[in-house]
């Protein structure tokens, strides 16, 4: 939303340097892997968009930061475990069999959520008008993601009472 309010006040190269600011600050912060690569992205968006004063290449960040997160999810699938069975056993660190291969589908559907996502602020990027792309980028695509963790949710507390269940009527 920050770059639509300042589409009215500023010219893109000045928005750009906030974002660069942002995008250094990220890849201080960054312990290496996709999280400073996304960082060197954000800096070469904001480079383009401050050469060229075009707003397209910070409109293009969103679709930027669902390719950082789907590459760290996707990471953790292909090398183990899961970025969600991470998070789960901070809490739960003897996680159950059932338990695993939900987190592993978890980070799956998360993978998915993030093309979809990055797909459609792509898209509206392209081809959309400054208001659908803040409107989406900066609204709708919040509210999904609030969605999509609350179906999760519901769903792991089902799953949880399902295994309490099950573990009952054996033991």
Known sequence: MAVYAGMAQLQPRWMALVLLTLALARAA?????????????????????????AWLPLKLYPVLVNAALLLVFGASLLRGPSLVERLARLREPD????????????????????????????????WGSDAAWALYNGLLAYGLMGLFFGVEWLLRQRLKARLRHAGGAHG
Not at 95 to 101: D, R
Not at 116 to 122: E, K, P, Q, R, T
């Open 29 to 53: 912060v960054a312990r290496g892997g996709p999280w400073l690569a996304a960082g060197a992205g954000a800096a070469l968006l904001a480079a383009a968009a401050w050469w060229g004063n």
């Open 95 to 126: 996680l159950p069999p059932a338990g695993v291969a939900y987190t592993r589908r978890v980070t799956q559907a998360w993978c998915g959520f993030f093309v979809v996502n990055g797909s459609i602020a792509l898209s509206t990027a392209l």
